[in-house]
């Protein structure tokens, strides 16, 4: 992998934009699908949101101070992109975000690309009982093994705030997992 | 040649690799015991992320070529500018010749401040509502509807008080 700064030089430049934007999608576009995927939960509307968060990180790229990584800034707006997605859609169907969720939650059952199994749609529905900053964090530690610090760039939370919040939400959705 | 004790260990970790370590064991240990699943079920269409590549960059280069568009009679432009100068002038002049009327807030239809409030999303904090809205005029109920069921009021009673066979609710139904 070319080292990060190069890869915003080369970003930057108009005669290697092409390239270096076809590495960073190669480098980047599984993870971002899945930390999308994880917040919006249906395959389409993850890649309509993936692609979004690819066009705006290549129409902003020169707004791009470096202040943060370059990893941070782009889950930062995948992060964005896909809750003010679901904000759009549930303020389409006049319901409120925690009810579209579980709308979309419902709606896992008859998804095929969902494999899951009766736990693990037990795991969504209990994820979907979370608090939306709780959720990421849990989506974030969890399945995409982000740490702590990276987290905390992203979110822009500290470390330990986002410790407490993890262990909380580990506990609620080992306890709703419990519940019969 | 004596070496410096740096050169004796030709192996090199990543920064802050022993930092981390100790959260990445308890991060595996723990989830070796935890119930919650390793693996949350969601799956791709097959060669998708090949596909999406192909897609974006796609995307792109139209991005790239779409916006220039060269005029054929670039004479016109002026012609233009000058068009809507001269028109700006007229309907400037136009407006304030017998009109000393300036539109405010107050002429904006209560109906239409309600759309704007119900249609946009504003994001405002509970300070920023607090800071707007008066303090006289509202009561608690306004913003909580309570709702108490005679069961609830009968568990905490129980729960609470230390007779609660004295209360003889039976005899006052």
Known sequence: MIAEETLIKELKAKETQSTAFETLVSNYKERLYWHIRRIVLNHDDADDVLQNTFIKVYRNIDGFKGESKLFSWMFRIATNEALSFLKQKSLKLGVTDGEYQERMVQNLQSDVYFEGDEIQLKLQKAIATLPEKQKLIFNMKYFEELKYAEISEILDTSVGGLKASYHLAVKKIESFLKED | ?173
Request: net charge negative; hydrophobic share 35%.
């Open chain 2, 1 to 173: 040649m004596k070496r410096k004790n740096s050169d004796k260990n030709p192996f090199h970790i990543p920064k802050g690799y022993f930092n981390s370590f100790e959260d990445k064991l308890k991060d595996r240990i723990f989830k070796e015991e935890s119930p919650i699943p390793k693996n949350d079920g969601f799956s791709v269409p097959d060669s998708y992320f090949e596909q999406l590549q192909t897609q974006l960059m796609a995307m792109v280069e139209e991005d790239k070529s779409s916006p220039k568009v060269i005029p054929l009679y670039p004479f016109k432009k002026f012609l233009v500018i000058a068009a809507s100068i001269a028109a700006l002038l007229v309907l400037a002049v136009g407006i304030n010749w017998n009109n000393d009327d300036t539109l405010s807030f107050t002429d904006l239809a209560n109906s239409e401040i309600e759309a704007y409030f119900n249609d946009t999303e504003i994001d405002l904090s509970s300070d920023e509502i607090a800071e707007v809205l008066p303090i006289d005029g509202y009561e608690i109920n306004d913003f909580v509807k309570p709702e108490m069921t005679e069961e609830n009021l009968l568990d905490y009673l129980n729960e609470n008080v230390e007779n609660f066979e004295e209360l003889n609710l039976e005899d006052n139904e």
